[in-house]
Each structure stands twice: as structure tokens, then as C-alpha cells.
């Protein structure tokens, strides 16, 4: 097996107007980078000289992280009430009991 390291682009960033940004921002695209073999789509498009749509993208981006501060203030025990996920051996456990019901 090789072990390759691949860059990931999503549509955001290869949108090159901020029409285009703008549209995929508006239909659900995150202005940040959730892999880690993405780059940061504002960074992204700074490097190829999109300066207008990085700027969209950092805007985006910043009222994004504010509505999750806002979040978090109205909501704090959310952020510490979330159940942890379930380990392998208790997803084995549990899919195991359901299967007997």
C-alpha cells in the first residue's frame, strides 16, 4: 500500500467569482476546511490571486465562528452535555442486545 498524500478540493474552492462563492456559501458550504488534506478555502483562493472571493469566504467564515460563540453563550451546558460517542466493543454490545429484542 502506498502512502499518499492527496490535497482534497471541495466546490468552494474552485468557484473562481464571488457569484459563484457566494451561491455554494448560501447553499450550505463551510467556509473553513474540515479535512486535513484540505486547505483553508480562504487561503486558498489567496494564493491564486482571488483576493475577492477570499474575502467573501473570510467573511463567511468569521459570522460563522461568531454564531457558534452565540451558540455556545445561550446554550453553554449543551457543549458540556453531549454524550460521549460509544466505543467499539460497546457498539458491538448494543447492536448484539438489539439483534436479541
Known amino acids: 500500500s502506498s502512502d499518499l ?12 467569482t464571488v457569484q459563484v462563492a457566494l451561491l ?19 487561503w486558498y483562493h489567496q494564493q491564486h490571486r482571488r483576493f475577492d472571493v477570499a474575502n467573501v469566504i473570510r467573511r463567511h467564515k468569521v459570522a460563522l465562528e461568531q454564531e457558534m460563540r452565540d451558540a455556545h453563550a445561550t446554550f453553554p451546558l449543551l457543549a458540556h452535555r453531549a454524550p460521549r460517542p ?5 457498539l ?4 448484539a442486545v438489539w439483534r436479541k429484542q
Not at 450550505?28 to 480562504?42: C, K, N, T, V
Not at 460509544?86 to 460497546?90: G, P
Not at 458491538?92 to 447492536?95: E, I, Q, S, Y
Request: net charge negative.
Open 24 to 42: 455554494l456559501l448560501g447553499a450550505g458550504a463551510l467556509p473553513i476546511a474540515l479535512d486535513p488534506r484540505e486547505p483553508d478555502p480562504a
Open 86 to 90: 460509544l466505543t467499539r466493543s460497546e
Open 92 to 95: 458491538t454490545l448494543a447492536h
Open 5 to 16: 498524500n492527496f490535497r482534497v478540493l471541495t466546490l468552494l474552492h474552485e468557484s473562481a
